[in-house]
């Protein structure tokens, strides 16, 4: 059980376009979900925290105008990157959590030429 | 955000060898988390501690949650060739936002 699922798993867009990422509880309801960013040899950085039914709240610096997070269901969190350029490039992965623990999806590699 | 500084940053090893890392804070945590990501994918739990002092194993794995609470170490002992990957500890105070520290890279030499 505890299977989180992201779609797509790879993008690639144009610059200036906007991509929208799918994260998913496919077994468990979760009220909250995370975003997190990872860039390559780095760590994973928190972008913002999912919450079903309320806004997102989002981390120092992290523009929530650019990064739009929809959390319309227990089981799906979604990210959409708006007007993307190069810098935007990177590994997303999201968490969902149940019990106390955060349960992490595959990851989205998004490439923006 | 805030890191967790991770030591050693890389580790070149020899299959059967044992391995040690290690993560400290400025700040103390109730939680600490040891994850592995293998490349392309989002990191998997391996062990979870929940009190200082607590020592838990999984397998060849086995994790210390530091008496201070300011750290914690990780040690994998005769390595095998799938343990090749990134390890991240993480840090929980209550039921905050997880912090990640900045990652062991393990690579076996045959």
């Known amino acids: 059980g505890a299977v989180v699922s992201q779609h797509p798993s790879r993008v690639i867009c144009k610059s200036g376009t906007s991509v929208k990422i799918e994260c998913r509880s496919l077994d468990f309801q979760a009220t909250t979900m995370f975003w997190y960013r990872q860039f390559p040899k780095q760590s994973l950085m928190l972008m913002a925290t999912s919450n079903e039914g309320s806004k997102a709240t989002y981390e120092q610096g992290v523009e929530k105008d650019k990064f739009l997070i929809n959390h319309a269901s227990l089981t799906l969190s979604t990210l959409t990157v708006t007007s993307a350029h190069p810098e935007d490039s990177s590994f997303y992965i999201c968490s969902a959590h149940r019990y106390n623990e955060q349960f992490f999806g595959p990851g989205t590699r998004l490439t923006v030429l | ?110």
């Open chain 2, 1 to 110: 955000g805030q890191q967790l500084n991770q030591s050693p940053q890389s580790m070149f090893i020899q299959e059967g060898e044992d391995v040690s890392m290690n993560c400290t804070s400025s700040s103390i945590f109730n939680t600490w988390l040891w994850y592995k990501q293998d490349p392309g994918e989002g990191p998997v739990l391996l062990i979870a501690l929940y009190k200082a002092g607590e020592l838990t194993s999984n397998g060849r794995l086995t994790a210390q949650f530091g008496i201070t609470r300011k750290d914690s170490f990780l040690n994998i002992s005769a390595s095998i060739p799938s343990d090749v990957g990134i390890y991240f500890c993480a840090g929980q105070f209550g039921n905050e936002k997880l912090t990640f520290g900045t990652g062991t890279r393990l690579t076996i030499i045959p």
